[in-house]
């Protein structure tokens, strides 16, 4: 969340960052609630000091064996006071938290500022997308034929948005995943964690989701308790260390996380109906990065490098854009999209998103550090992206490895791990 101090100060700027987002303020004023906070915190103090100077009158008189009665009768009405008053603190200052709970982070200036994707600037192309001497198939139609994806079945035991992998398509989803981990984990630097799967309202608040996307999650009932199935690894992972305080030279915290992904795509229906590319349920490498303010935004660069070596090692084509004001998640001070190239498509398509979420997320969260011995512990900066999502590379590797007899051509990074060169008909 934004620092409160910052949002009372900056009113001008607060406007115009939510209009650069395209967003305007629901219902409530924080500049309003604010005001009203400080004019009761006034009173209340007012009250409070006129009860300490009036309780050593009291205490005098009464060693004096003077009459107080009249004091204490006027005292008893300001205690009465200032209970009321402290009621109506306490709900201004709950109103004023839960509206700044709604205002979506401040980008970095670095961003290019427009309402939506066609606002994005293109950073860079890597590959040379395949010219096929045939009409290349989508996956939707390249899975089934090869007998490793099952939409069908799918739909019978869960509904729409979900599928069924079999044989190679199964054994290429696990294949991925380790694929990706190892590569993460040995060469780049991150630490491999596994977390929950189910997590409370307190964990997806602190990275943003609650309260503003509830509709987006699954939640489920634990005994006396709501949980949440985690839309994203980086929920758990950047929970880690709520409430802690780091140390400097600790930092960067580099993991990452496979998990599954539950999402209920509450703003999607009609987009994407078909395929692997927007499913309530998915597989996913997570990273995630814990820093200093100083070097973020260099962390921001190198994530985006990590997640694109597992593309470069799959020869799989693609580009990286940055995303516009518009654009942007609501935590993200900025964000750069890796999107892969789709044959079957004929179009990029979104693979990864990396995104500084600058010390936005580490607010809700309390997540500290110590910048030297004994120094006043500071917000740390939080970086997340995908690397890769698995689903989605499933995909690339299906479109842009078929070949005119209807078999796919295997990565060669990926041979050792999957035990074949080739996907094939049964």
């Known amino acids: 969340m934004l620092d409160r101090r910052f949002v009372v100060e900056n009113r001008d700027l607060v406007l115009e960052m939510l209009s650069s987002r395209g967003q305007t303020l629901g219902a409530g004023d924080p500049w309003t609630l604010d005001a009203r906070r400080r004019e009761l915190l006034q009173r209340v103090e007012g009250l409070r000091h006129r009860q300490r100077v009036v309780g050593e009158d009291i205490a005098r008189r009464q060693k004096a064996k003077q009459d107080a009665a009249s004091l204490k009768a006027e005292m008893k009405g300001v205690a009465d006071e200032v209970k ?56 939707w139609e390249l899975g089934p034929e090869l007998g490793i994806l099952d939409f069908e079945r799918a739909a019978r035991i869960s509904g729409a948005r979900f599928a069924v992998l079999w044989d190679l398509g199964a054994r290429l989803e696990r294949a991925l995943v380790q694929f990706m981990l190892d590569l993460h984990t040995r060469e780049r630097g991150y630490r491999e964690v596994l977390p929950p799967y189910l997590v409370t309202a307190e964990t997806l608040t602190g990275t943003g989701q609650l309260p503003k996307f509830e509709s987006d999650l699954f939640k489920t009932r634990a005994g006396d308790r709501d949980l949440y199935l985690i839309p994203t690894a980086e929920v758990p992972v950047t929970n880690l260390h709520r409430d802690e305080i780091l140390e400097a030279h600790d930092l960067p915290r580099k993991y990452a996380a496979f998990t599954p992904c539950f999402r209920s795509e509450a703003g999607s229906y009609g987009k994407d109906v078909r395929g692997l590319i927007r499913q309530h349920q998915f597989h996913k490498v997570e990273l995630v990065k814990l820093t200093t303010p100083e070097t973020s935004m260099a962390e921001l660069e190198a994530m985006v490098e990590d997640a694109e070596e597992v593309l470069k090692r799959l020869s799989l084509p693609y580009r990286v854009v940055v995303l516009s004001t518009g654009d942007m998640g609501f935590a993200s001070a900025k964000t750069y999209d890796i999107e892969v190239w789709l044959p079957g498509q004929d179009a990029y398509r979104e693979i990864s998103s ?24 500071r917000f740390v900066h939080t970086l997340n992206g995908s690397g890769l999502a698995v689903g989605r590379t499933l995909i690339a590797i299906l479109e842009n490895g078929q070949q005119a007899d209807g078999s796919v051509v295997v990565p060669e990074a990926l041979r050792s791990y999957l035990g074949t060169d080739r996907l094939s008909k049964p």
């Open 84 to 139: 009321l008053l402290e009621a109506d603190l306490q709900r201004v200052e709950v109103e004023l938290d839960a509206l700044l709970l709604t205002l979506p982070n401040v980008p970095d200036a670095s961003v290019p500022v427009g309402k939506d994707a066609a606002a994005n600037v293109e950073v860079r192309r890597v590959g040379k997308p395949e010219r096929f001497a045939f009409a290349p198939k989508a996956h």
């Open 354 to 377: 990396c995104s500084n979420c600058t010390d936005f997320q580490a607010r809700r969260a309390n997540l500290r550090y110590r910048p030297e011995a004994r120094a006043k512990p």
